[in-house]
C-alpha cells in the first residue's frame, strides 16, 4: 500500500496499524462468529450494476435533503460510540470533519452531549435538533432490526426516519445482510418516511446499489473510524470524500446526472441474476 490510502479499505489497513489490538478488535469486530459482519459486506458484491449510456453527464449533483437537512452528498456518518479510543480529539474531530465535508453525523445519545460541549454549531447537533421536536419516542430515527415488520410498528410508532441497520453486525448474528433486506422495507414504508441505509459500505458503488434499492442516503461507520484513527479530523475528511468521489464516477458511468435518476432498474440482485438463468 502507498502511504496515503487510496480507498477506504486501505484506511482499514492503516488503523490496524495504528491502534492498540484491543481498540482495532473494538471496532471491526461483530456478533459471535461474525456471519452477518461479513455478509453486510459480501452481500454488496453480489449485486450488479446496469448502466446506461447516451446520457449527458456533463454535471453530475448528488446533494440530496435528509428530513429537512440539506446535503452535498447522500452520505452521513453513523453513530459509532467511543471515538476517544481511536483518536484524542475522539467525536469532535468527526464531527467537525462531517462539517467540511457538508454531511451528516448521526449523534448516539452518549455522544449528544459531548458534541453540544464542545461543538455546538456543528451538523451533528444541529441535525439533532432538527428531528428531536419530531420525535415522539427517543430513538428518533429508529435502526430497524432488518425486517419489514419492525419498520412498519416504528413507522405507526412516529419515527422520523427509518434506518435500516444491523448495528453492523455486532447484535444478532445471523441476522441479514442489510443490503439483502432493504427493498422489502422499502416497500412496507411505502414512502411515509425517508429510509436511510447502513452496514457494510465500503465503496461509491455500494451507495449508488443501496439508493437503486430505496434508500435515500447511507450511514458509514467503521472506515470512518479507521480515518479517524489514521489521521484524525483529516482521515474522517478523506474517507467521506472517497466515497464522495467514487459515488460520483459510478452516477456518470451509470448515466444518473442526479440521485433521481438512480432507479431500481439500475441494479442487478443475485436473485434476479438466478432467474435469468434458469
Ligand atoms: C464500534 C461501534 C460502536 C457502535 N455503537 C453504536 C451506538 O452507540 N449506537 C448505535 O445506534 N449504533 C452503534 N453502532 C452501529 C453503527 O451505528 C452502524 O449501524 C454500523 O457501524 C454500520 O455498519 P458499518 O460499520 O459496516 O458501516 C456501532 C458500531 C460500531 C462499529
Redesign the pocket.
Known amino acids: 500500500m502507498a502511504t496515503e490510502p487510496v480507498n477506504v479499505n486501505e484506511f482499514q489497513e492503516l488503523a490496524k496499524k495504528i491502534l492498540p489490538k484491543m481498540y482495532y478488535d473494538?471496532?471491526?469486530g461483530g456478533a459471535e462468529d461474525q456471519h452477518t459482519?461479513k455478509q453486510?459486506?459480501e452481500a454488496f458484491q453480489r449485486i450488479l450494476l446496469r448502466p446506461r449510456v447516451l446520457v449527458d453527464v456533463s454535471r453530475i449533483d448528488m446533494s440530496t435533503t435528509v428530513l429537512g437537512f440539506k446535503i452535498s452528498a447522500p452520505i452521513m456518518i453513523?453513530?459509532?460510540?467511543?471515538h476517544q479510543l481511536a483518536h484524542p480529539e475522539g467525536e469532535v474531530a468527526t464531527a467537525r470533519a462531517a462539517d467540511a465535508c457538508n454531511t451528516i453525523m448521526?449523534l448516539?445519545?452518549?455522544?449528544t452531549r459531548t458534541i453540544e460541549q464542545v461543538a455546538a454549531s456543528c451538523n451533528a447537533v444541529r441535525f439533532y435538533q432538527m428531528i428531536a421536536p419530531k420525535l415522539k419516542n427517543l430513538e428518533g430515527l429508529m435502526?430497524t432490526e432488518v425486517d419489514f415488520v419492525s419498520a412498519r410498528k416504528a413507522v405507526e410508532a412516529g419515527v422520523a426516519g427509518v434506518?435500516v441497520?444491523?448495528?453492523?453486525?455486532?447484535q444478532l448474528d445471523f441476522s441479514p445482510a442489510?443490503v439483502s433486506v432493504l427493498e422489502e422495507v422499502v416497500h412496507a414504508v411505502g414512502g411515509k418516511v425517508p429510509i436511510l441505509f447502513?452496514?457494510?459500505?465500503?465503496r461509491g458503488t455500494d451507495i449508488f446499489k443501496a439508493l437503486a434499492l430505496g434508500a435515500q442516503a447511507v450511514?458509514?461507520?467503521?472506515?470512518?473510524?479507521y480515518g479517524l484513527a489514521a489521521m484524525g479530523q483529516n482521515g474522517v475528511r478523506s474517507v467521506i470524500e472517497m466515497l464522495k468521489n467514487e459515488l460520483e464516477l459510478t452516477m456518470a458511468l451509470s448515466g444518473c446526472p442526479t440521485l433521481k435518476d438512480i432507479t431500481r432498474s439500475h441494479v442487478r440482485t443475485a436473485h434476479e441474476s438466478f432467474h435469468s438463468k434458469l
Do not use: E, Q
Request: aromatic residues 8%; charged residues 10%.
Open positions: 473494538f471496532y471491526t459482519l453486510n459486506v453513523a453513530p459509532t460510540a467511543m448521526v448516539s445519545f452518549s455522544s435502526p434506518i441497520s444491523n448495528h453492523g453486525g455486532r442489510t447502513d452496514g457494510g459500505v465500503r450511514l458509514v461507520g467503521r472506515p470512518v473510524v
